[in-house]
């Protein structure tokens, strides 16, 4: 992604240099990277082709409007997190490290999500809001599952917990703290939510060995 930013080239060099799909990908890539840092509000379709060095009319002849590029770059951003979290968990020693792995790897993804992507998505595009939020409880709320079933058979959860009701309490968790009116970014920043909302969920469920495991993630959040 970062190539494009530093090589900027004209589109008579660099259309014909690439394969149609590659210069697709290159355009969502770059968008994507746009709406991170900027907002999807704030992003129009000048500002990347201006960062691309094309003209718009060859972003127009992928994408009809503006709305389509959200849908295409939200979900192929969607794509490439589930599939980071899903290793994360396959190679964590325990699903309190998981945890702490994936909020840092959501962190770097998103860009420490200073635009609130979620929440600007869902005022501007509320049915690629909605589209999305749909995936997303049917991936956290399975992944979260899984993770809770280890923690209990690890002796790291309490054997007691409803599972189907914490994993849904955690993506509706999960979900309100994007809210930026609940939340404002000049109090809390992501990350911080993020290890204030990781600490309140985990303290309702660990066991005495999961608290030992926990505690050293909370004293270098704290820090």
Do not use: W
Not at 71 to 82: C, E, G, M, P, S
Not at 127 to 136: A, F
């Amino acid at each position: 992604m970062e190539t494009f930013f530093v090589f900027k080239v004209s589109c008579e060099y660099l259309c014909p240099a690439m394969e149609k799909k590659d210069l697709e990908k290159s355009i969502v890539a770059i968008a994507t990277d746009l709406f991170l840092t900027l907002g999807f509000k704030s992003v129009t379709m000048d500002d990347i082709a201006v960062q691309m060095g094309i003209s718009k009319k060859t972003i127009y002849t992928f994408f009809e409007n503006k709305e389509q590029l959200v849908q295409a770059a939200v979900f192929k951003l969607y794509d490439a997190i589930t599939s980071g979290i899903e290793n994360i968990r396959q190679q964590s020693e325990n699903p309190i490290t998981e945890l702490f792995e994936v909020k840092m790897f959501l962190m770097h993804r998103l860009k420490g999500e200073k635009t609130s992507p979620q929440y600007q998505l869902q005022k501007y595009y509320p049915s690629i809001h909605k589209e999305l939020q749909q995936k997303q409880f049917q991936f956290v709320t399975n992944t979260v599952v899984k993770s809770l079933q280890k923690g209990v058979e690890m002796k790291l959860f309490r054997s007691d917990i409803n599972i189907d009701f914490i994993a849904r309490m955690y993506f509706n968790g999960m979900t309100a703290i994007k809210n930026v009116e609940l939340f404002p970014s000049e109090n809390y920043t992501a990350e911080k939510l993020m290890e204030y909302y990781l600490e309140y969920h985990l303290r309702a469920i660990v066991t005495d060995k999961g608290k030992q495991l926990l505690n050293p993630f909370l004293k270098t959040a704290y820090a």
